[in-house]
């Protein structure tokens, strides 16, 4: 995991960037994600302390309607082919006091109201593959760099704002080409009396920042496996070096899927003959100023011996998240954990 990427270091050109935004729907005469999506329309400069340009966003916008054509509007054009640099979802909580930046993207639909096609879904699933974790790691954005107080959220609701925001996730997960699908963010900004316009537009551009940064520290994109047994244990594998446990993975190889990446990387190190999934989540973890980007994948594998690498991995086992046990954890591997346990326990 020692090897460097380098950082974009300077002025990349115009990325082109699709920001969305909702039309009103229920009660709502209006809708303000509308209002914000049209505003950040066009192209957009940030400049350094000196007044070089850093970054140039080409941004264009859509207006989704609010119901299942409307959720599905992205995906079918990332299937299509269309491209973006990076795609920000807005859209309106009403009973929100802060905006929330969304973290996952749940495979529920559980209407409370109708949708704009007098659509209803209860207790459904979206594709019953599983929740869906964004590739970024929102917990290290540092709140003193935005404009207004936000919160991180692990929970998009069930109606078509966590829809339009699986369709998508799901087919860039798809349908990306390289090692990583660009980044993809909603934004749930509050009603206009509690926060205004012009406050959430910049809100929304500060987001487009961090998504899309001009330099930081070299990154190292690394895979790592969520493999259950038939009674929902979780495969760790003890590391030969320092005797941590991991979820099993590796790094992905310059230009290589990072679903192909940990299917490589289980055969190497397990001999296992896996499938990679779906992306749970995302953790960083900065090692000798090098920052690990590291993608839990939920994968499934073919039943069979494990063969490790010793010069890799000592030991395995599979381990109940519902039972812990005190370990020595790799990394952040004991707060991925964590999540597993409270958030990864729907059943399949």
Partial sequence: MDEKLNPREKYMGPQRILVTGFEPFGTHDTNPSQDVALRLQGTHQISDSSGRVVQEFEI???????????????????????????????????????????QRAQDVLDMRIQDNSGRMET??????????GSWMDLGNWMPESFSSYFDISLDAGSFVCNETYYHTLFALQSFHEGHLP??????????????????????????????????????????????RDENGRVLLAQRSDDATWEFPGGKCEPGERWDDSIVRELSEELSIQAKAERIVGTWEHLRNDVLLRIHLVHCSMDKGPLKLDPLVHADAKWYNPSQPQSLTWTGRDGEMMEYVARYESMPR
Wanted: aromatic share 2%; net charge negative.
């Fill in 60 to 102: 264009t916008t859509r207006i989704l309607s609010v119901d299942h054509l409307g959720a599905t509007e992205t995906s079918n054009a990332v299937r299509s082919g269309e491209k973006w640099d990076a795609i920000l979802h807005i859209g309106l909580c009403a009973s929100c006091e802060h905006p929330r930046l969304e």
């Fill in 123 to 132: 207790s459904s699933r979206i594709n019953g593959r599983g929740h869906l």
């Fill in 182 to 227: 660009p980044p993809c963010l909603f934004l749930h900004i509050p009603s206009e009396d509690i926060l205004d316009i012009d406050t959430s537009s910049l809100l929304a551009m500060q987001c487009l920042e961090h998504m899309l940064p001009s330099s930081g520290p070299s990154v190292v994109e690394v895979v790592a496996a969520l493999i």
